[in-house]
Each structure stands twice: as structure tokens, then as C-alpha cells.
């Protein structure tokens, strides 16, 4: 018996219900456009954006919803907690699906992603990044420590650090090599003040923080969850000569600090809950971790599955039109701690998270040495040059490269989604 | 020849003009209280505060400086820039000196600071924690790594990292000790999850950020003392199990990031004038600074002379009405890197600083070892308990010790200053 696959809902708009849709009925991320000299929310459906502001003035929402809808950021929706999220993503999905009664008035509201600008959707007020692939946390200790790779820590607590909220910008920002001390060459010498010779990427996943917690209050596992709002990807630029150089003791810095990449759409929780699945088992010889960072309820789907690849565009690439190039596919399913251990976790000490909050989940890689989600592990520090198929050579990144991000779920009878593209060039230092 | 030392400005408020006042005309510090359910901004005057919403009512501010005088935080009038800073300052210095025209109006917007509900006076973006002080670099890396107690980074690279900008409180908000993570006491064993055992303060000055740098541009160091509005005091909290436990490889995360202190009143920078002193000279064999990290206006005055000490109330002092315990006496002088030196580096990378972002300078030790900034210094991480005047003893912080951090400047000639008080008290952990 051939098996029924059409997905449940349907929109009136033919490309988002195309198999090979990125943002189909079933999606609907949340970004926001340039229009007009101003700065509108919006969700993407198939290759369109719907005006959320052009949506509330043409009174297709639920009073209670508009003026959040007619901010410029995702801030004042989120603050309106998961009731109102759910509200709006029932409205979104009634007003854009096949018998929708609103149908003219919603096309009004329509404009084409390839021609709009995208622009950053929230205000985050912090970045929190986390070391959650035991591979890419191994694999950069085989490199620094190789007797000593995995640190006494690493099972028991989901390692984090704050980054830089001040330098995250939208997918398609350019970012600029910087400048930085770097180790001298002899122990005596003088350390040079260069630009960067070994500028890198990291392939994360961001949670961002819907619902906040008053400090002194830590989030139990058990309703962690609900405390995230949804989901892109990030990329956490890296200078590994910087970073080397600076971080002992206090951690990476400068290194980091100059930009962080987000992709413009935030996928909602919501639409990933089919891709939901057990946490990654640990091997049977790992601790279970301690009971704040265990519920049997986040044992049992508190995991992600979203397929992860980098890829690599150069100045031949794009020359030639040729398509950019593979560097590695990952998975969320490689990530040694659930999301919600990580804000369990977070504010176990009574941290208070606020909402539009970052948590990353660190650079995501496979066991697999070609799964590495940076090229710091990829060529072993810059030791194992690696040829592209274009012929170029690569230890970390040259000028002009640009580095994409793609995330996707894939699950029978669901309808494929994937995460906003993360890209952004690479251009020269300041000179 | 008896040495004139009147101050060259007198208050109408005579208060103000006694030697023993924290609070002088020349001094003036931002704050904010509580009022009628508000919260208004204000400046420090003898033992009264002047109510800058009402000014601004009454008509005795600029008209330009009126909006930002009567917003609850100090973040529009920073953004307003160094020339509304310096004209406010003249107005209220008008305002208040003895020949003031309306005295009477100033007065109707005074108000007991003992009176008051003081209010943390600005939302703090970021904020940035560095480890300047080469005397605390030096004693910590010697109870960590004996051998190699300063490491080849520090007299190169002012070191840095991220802390939390959420969890930073105002003076007087008490603090619960935090509950976490601890080294196991085998190799192969489960950590303890538990109130921390050596809850520590740090003593530290806090910069706070008046004007912005774009992202992509660094601030040279020849303007970096520009983009500083003021100073305050800080206690960087820290649980020295948790940070022994989590710190490696990326820093201190949860051991810092459940509170942060700053006193309640903000210092301009330009009440500090006279007492900019040259930065600390080095030891002739300590490498000069890199050319970013190097101007001789910075050499020449680019230091700051701020007496600092910190004291200890324990129920024993409370309950006997005794004075608080000086636990240490530092200044910053002891700091290794001068603020322009921390700002320039901060910048060199293109990371962009927001108005009302905190860099702070790290605990503040001098040479001696009883000018040590921390309890962790004091007392070897607990290795050599001190024994208090009450003939209690300490390690680390009890619950119910108050701590409190005092700063001044005095230079003959020159009204002496004292910065706001910093003070806390240690709750027990959350049961």
C-alpha cells in the first residue's frame, strides 16, 4: 500500500509546499526585513516573507499580539511567553494555509526573500557558549594536551563561557580579519600585533531564551525546555593564533570577540517538535550526570536532531559558478548535553536569564574526523593543509572566503525543514 | 606661611563642605532612588542627593539635558556625549556652589541619601572583567601553578574575559551563595553539587563606557580615556570551588556569574582630574608596551590614584556595635594596566564597546601581602585562616559577613573624594 506522505497542512502558496521547500506551512521562522526606512517582523514561507507589522495594521492578528508584531524586534513577542507564541504560530498557520478565508489580504503582505534585506530579529542581551560536542572538545585537546586530551571535567558539566552580545550580527554581514597579538617566536621575544593568520569558523546551534528567570531562581531540567523560544545557527568566528596566545587563564577573549554570525530566521521550537528524539546515549562506562541535569522526560526526547554542513565558498567557486564546497556534516545528535541541561545547568548557581538570550551550544562535531565542525580540527591547527576541489589549499581562512551554515530535519511524513542559511565573507583586515 | 587649602568651590550645603564629606561639590556622582515609585536619577551632594527629575521639573537644567535627566537610568545622558556630560556637571556645580542664584529650587529637589532607596543608575550592556593587577596574577598563580606562578602572556596583554552582565546588582542587594559543582575528591569520582564552601569578594574598579566605538573600529589609545564617563567600585563575587571545578579550558562562568556589585554612585571621570596620576612605572627589565598599547599622554597621566580598602562586618561586629574589620588596603596604583591600556586592547580587534558597558580592572592587590584584594590571596585559598579582632575566624565568606568596599582620593590642596560605598551581605544558599 503506497503510504500517505502529503503533509497535514497545505498551503495556498504552490512553492512552500514543494518537497524541496525550505520554510514550508509547517515552518514559519521568524526574521525581520528592511521596508520602508524601517525594520518589520516577519516569518519566511516557501520563498516569501509575510509582514507581521502589514499583517497586525491589516487586523489579521489577535489584538493582543499586534503591537508585539509591530516592533522592530522579536523582544516583546517573546516577553509575551509561550501562550502567546503558540497563539500567533496557530494564527500565522490558519492565515496561510490552503482554505485560509484571508487569503487576499495575507498576499498583500507578501514579498519575495530574494529581494528583501533581512535584518537582526532580536535584541540579545547575552551570549552564553557552550563545549557540548565531546568530539570537537577531544579532538581540540588531542592538539594542545595530547596525553591529556578530555579534561576531568568534561562528563560532569556542560563547560560554557560568556561571549560578546555587542558584535552578533545577521547572516550576510562581512566580517572584517582582525587584528591581534600573537605568541612571539622565542620565549623571550616580543609577541607581533598582526592581522590573523588563522581565522576560523565554528558551526553551532543558538538557543534563544524565551522565557526569563529571576536571579536567584535556577530553571529545574524538568521545565527548562519551555524557557526556549527556538532555535538558528551561529557561527562563532574564531582567530586560533589570537586565541592561543591570550586565553590562559581566563579563557578566549579577542579571540572571539570581534563577530559572531547568526542566521536571520529563528526556527520556533514548535516546528521542531517532530524532530525531537532521545538524548545522544553515552557510552555505558560514562557517569549519568548529576540529578539537576537529568529528568527521564529529557532522557527521553530532550534531544535534537537537525543534519549540519559547512560549506565553502571561494573566489574560484564563485568565478566559475561552481556550487560552494562541503567541509563537514554534523549533527545535533553529536552534542554530549541536551538544551535543556545546558540551562539547567546555566542557572543551577541562580543565573538569571533573560529573554532573548544566546545559549550556544559550542562548535557541533561528529566522531568522524571529516564531521569536524571548525577548520582548527579539520587541519589539525593549520599541520594538515587540506586541498577543495577547485584546487585551492586551505589551513584556515583566506580573504574573500565565505562560509555558509546549513541546518535541516528530515523525517518521514513531515514535510523537510531547514534553519535560515548562516553566511557572511571574509574581507581584509583594516589596514 | 599657613597653606591655603580651602577648596575653590564651597556648597551652599555646608555639609558638603566639611572635610570628613564623601561627597564635596568638586565630587558630584550619578546615582538613582527610589521615589513615589519611580525611579529618578540624581547627584550626590554632603549627605543629600539632588533629584535630577525634579531639576529638570523646575527648570534649573539646559533644555537640551532635560529628557535625559528625567529617564530612570543614565544611559541616554551618556549617549548624549562628553559635551553634555561636562555641561551638566557645570550646571549642577553652579547649582550648588555658595553663590548659587536659585538655591532655594535646588533645595525643594534635596533628599537624605540615609533616607533614600539608592537604585543601580544604569543598564550595563556588557560587561568586561580583566586581571590587571600583576600582584593578584602573581599570588594566585602561585597557589595554582608554584612554578610558574605569572604566565609569559600577562606583562604583554592585558587578560581578559566576559562576564555576566545580567546578574550585576546594586550595593546594599544581598547576595545568596550559590549552590554548584565541586572537584571530586578522587580522580574517578562524582562531584558534590553543593552551597559553595569558599565563597570569596574581589575588590575591583569598574570603567563604565560613555561613547560607543562601531563595530570594525578600534578606539586608539590616544582617545581611549575619552570614551570613559566615570568609575564606581565592584565586587566580582567568586566561588573558588566551582571556578577550580569548571574553569578549564574557557574560564570562570558559573563561579562569577551569579552577582556582581557596583556601589550606587557613579564618579565622572572629570571629578578624578586631579587625581590622574602617571601610569605605575614598571621594572626596568618588563617588556614596554606594544605601540597600541603605548602613548606618552597615557605614560604621563594616564593612571588613576584611588585609595582602596576593604572591610568586614560579622554578626560579632553587628551585634557589639563594633566598626567593620579592615580585611585589606590596596590602590589603583597596584594596576599593571592603565584604563586607556584596557580599552585600547579591548577595541584592537574592531569589538565594539555600548554605552554603559563595565570593563572592570580584576582584584586590586598591591605588593604586600596584606594588600591582597580577595580572601583567596589572604588566606592562601583557605590553606592559612585568618583570625579576625573579634577572634573570629575566616577562610572564605560566612553567612551574614558583609562586605564593603571604600575608595578615595585625596591630594593637599584638593577636597578629598570618596567613591560610594559597595557594600553586601552573604545569604545562605537556597534550600
Redesign the interface.
Known sequence: MAKQTLPPHQSWLPEANAPTADFPLTHLPYGAFATEGQQHLCVAIGSHLLDLHACAEADLLPSELKFACQSSTLNALLALGPIAWTQLRHTLTTLLEASAPNREKAEAALHSIAGATLLKPIDI??YTDF?ASIHHATRV?QLFRPDNPL???YK??P?????????I?VSGTPI?R????T??ST?DG??D?QPTRSLDYELELALYIGQPNP??T?IPISHAAHHIFGVSLLNDWS?RD?QS??????????AK???TTISPWITPLAALEPFRVPATPRPPDD?KP???LYSTADQAHGGLDVKLEVLLATHITRTNKLPPIVLSQSSTQDLYWTPAQLIA??T???????VG?ILATGTISGSAEASAGCLLELTRNGAQPITLATGEVRTFLADGDEIILRGSCELPGHPRICLGECRATILPA?S
Chains 1, 2 share one sequence.
Not at 582582525?178 to 597579538?181: K, L
Request: with cysteine.
Open positions: 542581551p547575552n563545549y585537546g579534561l576531568p571535567n560532569h558539566i563547560i560554557g563561557y560568556h561571549g560578546r552580545a555587542s558584535s550580527v572584517q582582525p587584528t591581534g597579538q605568541r612571539p620565549p616580543t609577541p600585533f536571579l536567584g535556577p582567530a589570537l596566545w591570550e586565553s590562559q587563564p581566563l579563557g578566549p577573549f579577542l570577540n570581534f563577530a557517569p548529576l540529578p539537576y545547568h546555566h543551577s548557581n541562580g543565573c538569571n536569564l533573560a538570550d583594516r
